[in-house]
Antibody, heavy 123, light 110 residues
Framework: EVQLVESGGGLVQPGGSLRLSCEAS????????MSWVRQAPGKGLEWVSSISGSGFNTYYADSVKGRFTISRDNSKNTLYVQINSLRAEDTAVFYC????????????????WGQGTLVTVSS | QSVLTQPPSASGTPGQRVTISCSGS????????VNWYQHLPGTAPKLLIY???QRPSGVPDRFSGSKSGTSASLAISGLQSEDEADYYC???????????FGTGTKVTVL
């Protein structure tokens, strides 16, 4: 069974940093591209970043470029996102999501999602 | 902000058919496949339709998707109470070089 479990969320002051993790199980992690998607309170889903299975290729939304860094450790079956210079507008539930194995393009959809971890940016 | 436009809400009685529209442009829907997700707040979003009209294993055939030009639609036939959720369309945007989601539609079963 595919499982994606996010962790690392919490209350952070503006300007602070946080690293979110997503532990994957039930599939060959290194064979799948992965993504982060967030949802601010009362808002819709927003794509944040994606990374290829090898980790060599990364993609970012313009709204987070330069502040967010996506990475993965295939030996630990874990996806990460480092978030720096946090702003109030970064307050959101962050979801990790898996891309199907047959999809190598960054434009592919996500077939499994985690339950999310909440990041709250406030003083 | 979202570049794909959906109606904020849709509703129907059990057994009825509900259709949700998703309007985009040539840089997203017009040139790339559309996918649909079902989301109950606080839970993991679920893939409902991929590549315009394909249903993943386990998704009831009551759900169907279509695309024409720069617009797409999700239809739910035989509406059931468990279909109450938020629905999002999504596509890759060639100009933004990233995924874009629709504004979301809340479906209510009356």
């Amino acid at each position: 069974e595919v499982q994606l479990v996010e962790s690392g969320g919490g209350l952070v002051q503006p300007g602070g940093s946080l690293r979110l993790s997503c532990e994957a199980s039930g599939f060959t992690f290194s064979s799948h591209a992965m993504s982060w998607v967030r949802q601010a309170p009362g808002k819709g889903l927003e794509w944040v970043s994606s990374i290829s299975g090898s980790g060599f290729n990364t993609y970012y939304a313009d709204s987070v470029k330069g502040r967010f860094t996506i990475s993965r450790d295939n030996s630990k079956n874990t996806l990460y996102v480092q978030i720096n210079s946090l702003r109030a507008e970064d307050t959101a539930v962050f979801y990790c999501a898996r891309t199907p194995i047959a999809c190598t393009s960054p434009s592919c959809y996500s077939d499994y999602w985690g339950q999310g971890t909440l990041v709250t940016v406030s003083s | 902000q979202s570049v794909l436009t959906q109606p904020p809400s849709a509703s129907g009685t059990p057994g009825q058919r509900v259709t949700i529209s998703c309007s985009g442009s040539s840089s997203n829907i017009g040139g790339n496949p559309v996918n649909w997700y079902q989301h109950l707040p606080g839970t993991a979003p679920k893939l409902l339709i991929y590549t315009n009209n394909q249903r993943p294993s386990g998704v009831p055939d009551r759900f169907s998707g279509s695309k024409s030009g720069t617009s797409a639609s999700l239809a739910i036939s035989g509406l059931q109470s468990e279909d109450e959720a938020d629905y999002y369309c999504a596509a890759w945007d060639d100009g933004l070089k990233g995924h874009v989601f629709g504004t979301g539609t809340k479906v209510t079963v009356l």
